[in-house]
Nanobody, 127 residues
Framework: QVRLVESGGGLAQAGGSLRLSCAAS????????MGWFRQAPGKEREFVAA????????KYVDSVKGRFTVSRNNRNNMMYLQMDNVEPEDTAVYYC????????????????????WGQGTQVTVSS
């Protein structure tokens, strides 16, 4: 069992920055591929970014490329999402997720593949 807790959400103005954190506990963090997803009101949950177990491979949805950066610290059992130059369209609840049983270099973007989810943190971007 893995417990995930997101933090760092809040209100930002367009063009500003936020840094989301995901704290993991319960199992060896480095065994899990990790991902960030978001869900806006009335929309389906969508992939934002993912990172491999060791942190060497990452993927992003096109709409955040060049603006968001995903990273992880396996010693501290933490994953981060640095959000720069945010836009009103980034407004959503952001979730972190963990997927076990994968090889070191794999990056997973399908939310249905993830085993564990956090409770989410709200991000609101004003124009």
């Amino acid at each position: 069992q893995v417990r995930l807790v997101e933090s760092g959400g809040g209100l930002a103005q367009a063009g500003g920055s936020l840094r989301l954190s995901c704290a993991a506990s319960g199992r060896t963090f480095s065994q899990f591929g990790m991902g960030w997803f978001r869900q806006a009101p009335g929309k389906e949950r969508e992939f934002v970014a993912a990172i491999s177990r060791g942190g060497s491979n990452t993927k992003y949805v096109d709409s955040v490329k060049g603006r968001f950066t995903v990273s992880r610290n396996n010693r501290n059992n933490m994953m981060y999402l640095q959000m720069d130059n945010v836009e009103p369209e980034d407004t959503a609840v952001y979730y972190c997720a963990a997927k076990g049983g994968i090889v070191m270099s794999t990056v997973i973007i399908d939310p249905a593949s993830y085993n564990y989810w956090g409770q989410g943190t709200q991000v609101t971007v004003s124009s």
